[in-house]
């Protein structure tokens, strides 16, 4: 009997353990997957600075590793920075300050600017117009570095071609407009050749569209920084649009999902700043040509276009630091000073024997200088009391004006209306007072 209990007893703890088993599997949890960790930036990377930098995603505020990457190259020579650079004004032709302008070096894609006026001059002469089609063909789209990004058989007009040749500096865009101005590659590379021979840019070399280095042949584009000074005032000069371009933030052609901001690293940092163009090879290291234009201050100064070109950086945050410091350091430094406005009267000086006492005396012409804030300017007024008559726009003397003590320009004066003489009698009557006078002394 106890046998018998004993069995029924384990009977009824075996299936109370089953049981017990199945609800503990039913009940259990579902295996749950890795959580999803995302990868936080770093301190020094989080952008909260009170300065801004250029990024591949446009003007942002900078980080803190930036700021100490821009601390340390602020302490260095411009020299070190950028192997060649120039500074100078666009309208009289002026080179402020240089460092090895004249050696013959490798451009990269600055050397667009020479494909850009030759495309430009095809628009202007009719040969093309801006809404034209180009479709990309397969030499344009195998171009590598900075392109638009074109597939085989994609239509873009002239219009958006130049645009994406200037701003992010595409080279497919710009190898695409050399063949529709000229029919094929090396017509077009001869008409760049051609172009600069016209500027008188002797040392210049083009041998491509785009910039880019054959290393096939061991050669590249190239000419002098004056050179390209003095092409970037003839470009601007006769196809001042390029600006209207050049001042463009960013790309956007969505309907096929392309988006790129200007290359630029000073447009939209440093104010004025709406030009020009990037570079960068190996050859050329990082490049760029800046332009910008100050204010007029009524009475002060005039507007004045500054052209501002760095070679040689060996960094991309090398060449906005020395881009930069140039920049700020020649808009602060460097105006166009009003010396003189035609309109108004200078000074006045006395007349013998005339109906009037005395005259205004006007400058001939307006005058504007480029002015350096660090020099001393002086004005010194050469005249001479006047005796009539005398015909209105008569040259009575000059205003000379001295830098540092030299003698830099002098500027005739003149008198706008006619001075006559006083009547006879009242000449007479005054010379015989004078003569009353005299005796009265004896």
């Known amino acids: 009997m106890r046998k018998k209990i004993a069995l029924a007893l384990a009977m009824i703890l075996l299936a109370q353990g089953q049981v017990l088993y199945a609800k503990t599997e039913k009940t259990s949890p579902p295996a749950q997957e890795p959580a999803k960790i995302e990868a936080a930036i770093p301190p020094e990377e989080v952008r909260n600075q009170d300065f801004l930098v250029p990024t591949s995603q446009g003007v942002l505020p900078g980080n803190l590793k930036e700021a100490q990457i821009i601390q340390e190259l602020s302490v260095k020579p411009l020299t070190e920075l950028a ?27 600055t050397s667009k600017l020479v494909s850009l006026y030759v495309v430009y001059d095809a628009i202007k002469a009719g040969k093309i117009k801006l809404e034209d089609p180009v479709v990309m063909d397969e030499e344009v789209t195998q171009l590598t570095g900075s392109t638009f990004k074109s597939k085989l058989g994609d239509q873009f007009t002239v219009d958006q071609l130049i645009d994406a040749a200037l701003i992010i500096s595409g080279n497919d865009a710009i190898t695409a407009l050399g063949k529709k101005v000229s029919g094929s590659t090396p017509a077009f590379v001869q008409a760049m050749n051609e172009k600069c021979q016209s500027l008188g840019l002797t040392h210049a070399h083009m041998i491509n569209p785009h910039g880019l280095t054959d290393y ?3 050669d590249y584009n190239k000419m002098t920084v ?3 000074f003095q092409l970037v005032r003839h470009l601007l000069k006769d196809h001042p649009d390029i600006i209207n371009r050049s001042k463009k933030p960013l790309i956007d052609n969505l309907n096929r999902g392309f988006l790129a901001y200007n290359t630029n690293p000073l447009l939209g940092i440093v104010k004025g700043v709406d030009g020009l163009k990037t570079g960068y090879t190996n050859a050329a290291g990082r490049c760029l040509v800046a332009t910008a234009l100050t204010p007029a201050i009524q009475g002060v100064t005039e507007p004045m276009r500054l052209i501002s070109i760095t070679m040689g950086s060996p960094t991309n ?6 881009a930069k410091r140039l920049m700020d350091h020649s808009l602060k430094t460097y105006s166009k000073r009003v010396l ?14 005339g109906m009037e006492r005395e005259a205004e005396v006007y400058p001939a012409k307006d005058l504007a200088m480029v002015w350096d804030a660090r020099e001393k300017l002086t004005r010194k007024l050469d005249l001479k009391p006047l ?27 003149e008198i706008r209306k006619d001075l006559k003489q006083e009547n006879i009698l009242v000449r007479l009557q005054k010379g015989l007072y004078q003569a009353f006078l005299q005796i009265e002394k004896i």
């Open 83 to 109: 192997s060649h650079y120039l500074v100078g004004d666009f309208d009289s032709g002026t080179i402020l300050e240089g460092h090895e302008m004249n050696q013959v070096v490798a451009m990269a894609s």
């Open 216 to 218: 096939a042949l061991g």
């Open 226 to 228: 004056q050179e390209m």
């Open 317 to 322: 945050m090398d060449r906005f630091v020395v």
């Open 340 to 353: 003189a406005q035609s309109d108004q009267a200078m000074a006045k000086v006395p007349v013998i024997d």
């Open 387 to 413: 005796t009539p008559p005398l015909k209105a726009k008569t040259k009575v003397g000059q205003a000379l004006y001295y830098k540092n003590g030299e003698l830099v320009v002098s500027l005739p004066l």
